[in-house]
C-alpha cells in the first residue's frame, strides 16, 4: 500500500507537528504494525530549471525515417536568461499552440542522470525538453507531453509544486488482517492513533434516505452479499480530463489514470478502502441480479478475458442483469457495460462482499486486482452507501453530472462483535504497567465503543476491524499503541530436570550413528500428489495413497501431506546423482500424516476447551509418526589403487539397518517380504519384538527409473517412533573379557526358502550364554547339496566373562547350537 504524505496530512488536517519527518511518522506507524517497506519522493533525480512553458509556434516537419516532429518555440518567460522564446524540437503531438507544458532548460538533469543540454537535431539547435511523465519519472506514459492546465502558473514559473514534485510516499506492507490500511482512511487513522490526536473520519456522511428508487436490485444471495448501495448519474462527460491532482496522487498510489470515471472510483477506494464499480447504465438492461452463477455461463471481464463461470452453492458470486452476468462480483466488471468515451449515464455500485467467496473466485480465476484485493480481506460494511455519495460527488463535480434522486441500499450490515474481558487482561498477559483507564482510552482510540461494569470490560467493535474478535486481539490492540518495546523482558526459569528427554537422546544417538556410517541428513518437502504415488509404484488401493489434504498447497501437483518420507529423499538423490555425483548416501527424520475421521470442530479462545471437547479434538489430529528414510545410489566405496570399488545395494541398506539395532540395543528381525517401492525379491521386512516397523531392501527397477536413480539403488524406511519406543532407555554397556576365546565352525544344510535369520536365531538360541557372537561367512548351492537346498557356513565364538573355557565347552554348546537348529529349522549338519 503506497501512502503520500500530503494525503495522510490533509486527512489528518494539518494536525500532525508540522516539525515531524517522514522517518519518525514511519518508526511510528511501523511499531503500530504498519511496516514500512521504502519511502518514495517523487521526481528524484530531477535537478536544474523546470518550468511551465507556453507553445507559441509547433512547425510539422516530416523526416525521412517517416517519422513528423514539432519545431517549437516555447516562451518560459525570464527561466532561460533571455527572455526569448525558445526553439526545442518534440516528437510527441497531443498539444497545440497555446498549451501550458513543462520544460526543461539546459543545465537541467533529469531521472537516470539523463543531462540536458543545446544539441543539434533535425536540423535544428534545440535548447530543452518539452517533457512526458515517463520522463519526469511521474509514470509510464510516454505517448504525449504533459499538458498542463490554463490556470497552472505563468511562464518561467518552476512547475515543481504544480506536478506534485518532491512529495514523499510511504509504501507500507500490510497484513493480511488489516485490511482497513488497504486505505488512507486507515493509515491516517493509525498515524492519529500513534500520535495521540484528534481524526475526522471521511467515512462519516449525511446520506439520503434510502428508497430503492435508484436502481432495482435483487441480491439473491445475502449471505455473498449483505449489504449492496447503487446510485445513478445523468448527463456525464465522459471525455472530461481527470485533474491533475487526482491524477498525480493516483500515480503517486501506483495505480494508472484510465479516464475519469474510473480514475474517481479508484480515488474513492484508496481514499476510504471500498471498492467501487461504475456501469454504463444505458448498457445496462433491467435490474441487477446478486447472485451465485448457473451452470455454463460466461463472461468477458473488462481484461477481455473470456472466462467459464463456476456454479453452485460456493460458486462465482456475479452481477447479473436481464442478459446474463456482467460482471464479477467485488473482482472485476464485465465488458458489455464498460465505461466508453459515449458513456452519459453512469450507474454507481458499492457492496461490501463476503471475503471468502471473493477469494475463491479470484484465486479460480487467476485475478489479481486492487478490488479483489481488499475484498477478500473485508471491508467496512458501513461503507457501501457512503462510497457510491463520494464518487457520485466526484462525478457532478469534475464531470458536470448531475445526481439522479433516489438511494438504493439494500441488505442490513452484520452486527459488529462484542467482546467481554477482564480490565486487567491486557496488563497481566503483557507485563506492561497500563491502568485500567488507560486500557479503555486506547481502546476508544482505536474505535471501540466501551463500557465498564467493575472489572470487567465491554467492548463494541468497529466495522472496519473484522479481525478483532476475542479478548485476546484487544490486548494486541493496547499492547501495540502503548509499544511492544515496553514489554519486559523476563528471563526463562532454569529448567527443571536433567536435561535432554529420552526422545532427545535417542534421535542423537541415531543421527550420530547414521553419520558415522558415512549418510548426510538431508531436509526435504513433505507434500506429494498421485504422481509421485505412481512413480513409486503404489497400488490404486494402497493405504499409503489415502492422504491429509492442504488447505492452500504451494503446488497443485503436490496437493498432500505425505504418507512417506521416501520421495523426497530420492528426488534429493535423484539431484545430486545428476550433477554428478558418483554416490550418495542420504538419510532424513521426517513426520508423515495419516487422516484421521471426522473434521475438527472449531472452538473460541475465551476459554479452556472442556475434556470431551479436548478428546473431540485429539481425535480429528491426523496420526503424525515420526520416520526415518536413508537412500543409497551408485557408489558405495570409491575405486583406487587398493582396488575395485563396491556400488551401493541391498545389503547395505539391511547393514544401516542392523548398525541402528546394535547402537540403541535392540535385536533387529529381517525377512523376505514384498513391498512398493522395493524389489518384490530383495525386500526385507523390519521387525523388533515382534512388531513390524519398515522396509529395507533393493528398489524395483522401475522406480529408479523413475527418479532417476542408479540401477540396483537401495532404500529403508522405518517408524522411528516405534524403534526408539522399543529400545531400552540406555543400551548396556558392551561387555569385554580378559579370556581368551574359542572358534567353532559349523556347516548346516536347509531348504533354499529357510531363510538365513531363522537359521542364526536358533543358533543363538540354543548356543546359550556362552555363544558371544554368530556371523555367516559362506552360503553355497550346488551339486554337493542336491536341487532346492543351499549350505550355510557359520563362524561361532565363545568366551565365558569370568574363566578360560574348559575343554569341551565350546564343544558342547556348538552341538546343542546345531541341535536346536536342525529343530526348528531342519537343518542337517554337512
Not at 519526469?136 to 497552472?152: N, T, W
Not at 488507560?438 to 479481525?467: I, K
Request: contains cysteine; hydrophobic residues 40%.
Amino acid at each position: 500500500m503506497k501512502a503520500p504524505v500530503s494525503w495522510i496530512h490533509e486527512l489528518l488536517g494539518s494536525s500532525l507537528p508540522a516539525d515531524l519527518s517522514t522517518e519518525e511518522l514511519t518508526a511510528r506507524l511501523t511499531a503500530l504494525g504498519l511496516k514500512l517497506e521504502a519511502i518514495e519522493t517523487s521526481g528524484a533525480g530531477i535537478e536544474g530549471p523546470l518550468v511551465i512553458g507556453q507553445v507559441l509556434t509547433m512547425e510539422p516537419e516530416p523526416q525521412k525515417n517517416g517519422k513528423t516532429i514539432n519545431w517549437c518555440t516555447v516562451d518560459v518567460g525570464d527561466a532561460n536568461g533571455s527572455g526569448e522564446p525558445q526553439g526545442i524540437v518534440c516528437g510527441a503531438h497531443n498539444f497545440r499552440p497555446g498549451d501550458k507544458v513543462v520544460v526543461v532548460l539546459p543545465g537541467g538533469v533529469l531521472p537516470g542522470n539523463f543531462q540536458i543540454s543545446e544539441r543539434k537535431t533535425y536540423g535544428h539547435l534545440s535548447a530543452g525538453m518539452i517533457c512526458s511523465a515517463r520522463e519526469l519519472g511521474l509514470g509510464d506514459d510516454h505517448d504525449g507531453i504533459i499538458v498542463l492546465p490554463a490556470d497552472a502558473g505563468e511562464p518561467g514559473d518552476d512547475v515543481r509544486e504544480v506536478l506534485g514534485l518532491g512529495q514523499e510516499v510511504i509504501e507500507f506492507e500490510i497484513n493480511p488482517d488489516r485490511a482497513y490500511a488497504l486505505s488512507l482512511r486507515g493509515v491516517a487513522r493509525e498515524a492519529a492513533l500513534g500520535f495521540d490526536l484528534p481524526f475526522t473520519d471521511p467515512g462519516l456522511r449525511d446520506l439520503p434516505a434510502a428508497d430503492d428508487a435508484a436502481w432495482p436490485v435483487d441480491v439473491q444471495d445475502s449471505e455473498g452479499c449483505p449489504v449492496f448501495a447503487a446510485r445513478l448519474v445523468s448527463g456525464f462527460d465522459a471525455t472530461a480530463p481527470t485533474p491533475d491532482w487526482m491524477r498525480t496522487r493516483l500515480e503517486q498510489c501506483g495505480m494508472r489514470s484510465i479516464s475519469l470515471a474510473v480514475d474517481i472510483t479508484n480515488y474513492v477506494m484508496l481514499e476510504l478502502g471500498m471498492p467501487i464499480h461504475g456501469y454504463d447504465a444505458d448498457k445496462v438492461s433491467g435490474g441487477l441480479v446478486v447472485r451465485r452463477a448457473t451452470a455454463g455461463e460466461k463472461l468477458t471481464t473488462l481484461d477481455g478475458t473470456d472466462r467459464s463461470l463456476d456454479a453452485g452453492p460456493e460458486g462465482d458470486l456475479v452481477i447479473a442483469d436481464e442478459s446474463g452476468p456482467i460482471g464479477l462480483a467485488g473482482v472485476m466488471g464485465g465488458a458489455s457495460t464498460e465505461i466508453s468515451e459515449t458513456t452519459t449515464r453512469v450507474l454507481v455500485e458499492a457492496a461490501h462482499w463476503n471475503a471468502t467467496a471473493m477469494f475463491r473466485t479470484g484465486k479460480r480465476h487467476k485475478i489479481s486486482s486492487e478490488a479483489g484485493k481488499r475484498n477478500e480481506r473485508g471491508t467496512d460494511p458501513l461503507l457501501p452507501g457512503v462510497s457510491a455519495d463520494r464518487v457520485v460527488e466526484l462525478l457532478v463535480e469534475l464531470g458536470g453530472a448531475t445526481a439522479e434522486p433516489g438511494f438504493t441500499l439494500v441488505g442490513t450490515p452484520p452486527a459488529p462483535a462484542t467482546i467481554t474481558a477482564p480490565v486487567s487482561q491486557a496488563a497481566a498477559l503483557s507485563g506492561i504497567d497500563v491502568s485500567a483507564d488507560d486500557t479503555v482510552r486506547h481502546l476508544r482510540a482505536v474505535g471501540c465503543d466501551v463500557s465498564v461494569d467493575g472489572d470487567t470490560l465491554t467492548a463494541v467493535v468497529p466495522t472496519w476491524r473484522p479481525d478483532v474478535t476475542d479478548p485476546y486481539d484487544l490486548v494486541e490492540e493496547v499492547v501495540r499503541i502503548v509499544g511492544y518495546d515496553q514489554v519486559p523482558s523476563v528471563l526463562p526459569r532454569r529448567a527443571t530436570g536433567r536435561g535432554l528427554t529420552r526422545e532427545q537422546r535417542l534421535r542423537r544417538r541415531i543421527g550420530r550413528t547414521l553419520a558415522g556410517a558415512g549418510l548426510t541428513e538431508v531436509v526435504s518437502f513433505p507434500f506429494v500428489g498421485e504422481a509421485t504415488f505412481d512413480q513409486l509404484g503404489l497400488d490404486a488401493d494402497d493405504p499409503l495413497r489415502r492422504t491429509v489434504g492442504l488447505a492452500n498447497p504451494i503446488s497443485s501437483e503436490e496437493p498432500s501431506y505425505t504418507t512417506t518420507a521416501l520421495p523426497g529423499l530420492l528426488k534429493a538423490a535423484a539431484r545430486n546423482v545428476g550433477r554428478g555425483a558418483p554416490g550418495v548416501a542420504l538419510f532424513e527424520t521426517m513426520t508423515v500424516a495419516f487422516p484421521a475421521e471426522g473434521a475438527a470442530p472449531i472452538y473460541g479462545v475465551d476459554r479452556r476447551p472442556t475434556d470431551a471437547e479436548l478428546d473431540t479434538l485429539l481425535a480429528a489430529i491426523p496420526v503424525q509418526p515420526l520416520h526415518l528414510a536413508v537412500v543409497l545410489a551408485g557408489e558405495r566405496e570409491r575405486p583406487g589403487w587398493w582396488g575395485q570399488g563396491t556400488q551401493a545395494g541391498w545389503q547395505d541398506a539391511l547393514a544401516v539397518v542392523r548398525r541402528l539395532g546394535d547402537e540403541l540395543g535392540v535385536h533387529i528381525d529381517l525377512a523376505n517380504s514384498t513391498r512398493a517401492p522395493w524389489h518384490p525379491g530383495r525386500c526385507a521386512v523390519v521387525s523388533v519384538d515382534g512388531e513390524e516397523i519398515g522396509h529395507a531392501g533393493e528398489l524395483h527397477p522401475a522406480v529408479c527409473k523413475a527418479f532417476g536413480l542408479p540401477e540396483r539403488s537401495a532404500a529403508l524406511e522405518l517408524e522411528l517412533d516405534a524403534l526408539m519406543r522399543l529400545a531400552p532407555d540406555r543400551p548396556l554397556a558392551p561387555q569385554f573379557s580378559a579370556f581368551p576365546v574359542a572358534k567353532e565352525d559349523v556347516a548346516l544344510v536347509v531348504d533354499a526358502e529357510v531363510p538365513v535369520a531363522a537359521v542364526e536365531e536358533a543358533l543363538r538360541e540354543g548356543a546359550g550364554d556362552l555363544l558371544e557372537s554368530v556371523r555367516l561367512f559362506d552360503l553355497y548351492t550346488g551339486d554337493q547339496v542336491g536341487a532346492g537346498r543351499k549350505s550355510l557356513a557359520f563362524a561361532l565364538r565363545f568366551r565365558a566373562p569370568d574363566r578360560t573355557l574348559a575343554e569341551g565347552e565350546a564343544t558342547a554348546a556348538r552341538e546343542a547350537a546345531v541341535a536346536r537348529a536342525a529343530e526348528l529349522t531342519g537343518a542337517v549338519q554337512r
